[in-house]
């Protein structure tokens, strides 16, 4: 699984009133294009999906030909995920229905929502009681939909999840020349966090490009050492 974010110079990824806006460059934008190009299926948070006018689609013709040329269908799955299913059903992703669209969530759901939601995407899976296991998520979505290659595009409490669970092996991180500052400002990962630093995800730097005013880097997960018996 892959995590790709756009985050200010000060550690944020909206402003504090949590209104969503692009503050990358065209720049990053074509990196984010070039990253769903590659990959089975696109993965938001229900927030992520409901605050900006977000459609997870592949973007222009190019795009959909890289696709094609590795093998994959011309256009990604959708995947959002909700635990209480409170996604809003006017959000842009509904009214641009590209591909199959999938809903992740769990028994918090109530039968209504259920219900709505039903009548808005090609499924809906419920996934754990009151969180969502992503791990039998995976799983699931690679069975029933062959994703074998998922991009997460936030938001931060989706991505603390998936660094919780150890799930994110590959993680895209351009820092743009901004400071929004505030204390309640989201962040990458947000959320439960991780209560003591023994637990931390670690990463290794794999590559850091500067582009214009913008620094582009990946890191990979470090691997556990495999203990000797």
Same mark, same amino acid.
């Given at each position: 699984?892959?995590?790709?974010? +756009? ?50 689609? #592949?973007? #222009? ?12 269908? $011309? ?19 509904? =009214? ?12 918090? +759901?109530?039968?209504?929502?259920? =219900?709505? *939601?039903?009548?808005?995407?090609? $499924? ?32 931060? $409490?989706?991505?603390?999840? *998936?660094?919780?669970?150890? *799930? ?8 743009? #020349? ?7 400002? #989201? ?17 290794? !730097?794999?590559? +850091? ?5 913008? !620094? ?7 691997? =556990? ?5």
């Amino acid at each position: 699984m892959l995590v790709n974010m +756009a985050m200010t110079a000060d550690g944020k990824i909206a402003m504090v009133n949590r209104a969503a806006a692009s503050f990358g460059s065209p720049r990053d934008h074509e990196h984010m294009l070039g990253l769903r190009a590659t990959t089975d299926a696109v993965m938001a948070g229900a927030r992520t999906v409901d605050s900006a006018s977000i459609t997870m689609e #592949p973007g #222009p013709a190019k795009f959909r030909r890289r696709r094609l040329k590795r093998g994959l269908a $011309e256009y990604n799955l959708s995947v959002i995920v909700s635990r209480s299913g409170s996604v809003n059903p006017r959000a842009e992703v509904f =009214k641009r229905h590209f591909s199959s669209i999938i809903i992740l969530t769990t028994c918090r +759901a109530k039968a209504n929502r259920l =219900k709505r *939601l039903r009548a808005l995407a090609d $499924e809906v899976k419920i996934c754990g009681r009151r969180e969502i296991n992503f791990r039998i998520a995976l799983r699931w979505l690679r069975k029933k939909w062959g994703v074998r290659r998922l991009l997460c595009e936030g938001g931060g $409490e989706l991505n603390d999840a *998936l660094f919780r669970a150890g *799930l994110v092996d590959e993680f895209h991180l351009t820092i743009c #020349p901004k400071i929004f500052g505030g204390r309640n400002a #989201p962040t990458i990962a947000d959320g439960k966090g991780i209560p003591k630093i023994a637990g931390a995800r670690r990463f290794v !730097l794999k590559s +850091a490009r500067r582009i214009g005013n913008e !620094l582009f880097t990946v890191f990979t997960a470090m691997k =556990k050492p495999h203990l000797r018996p």
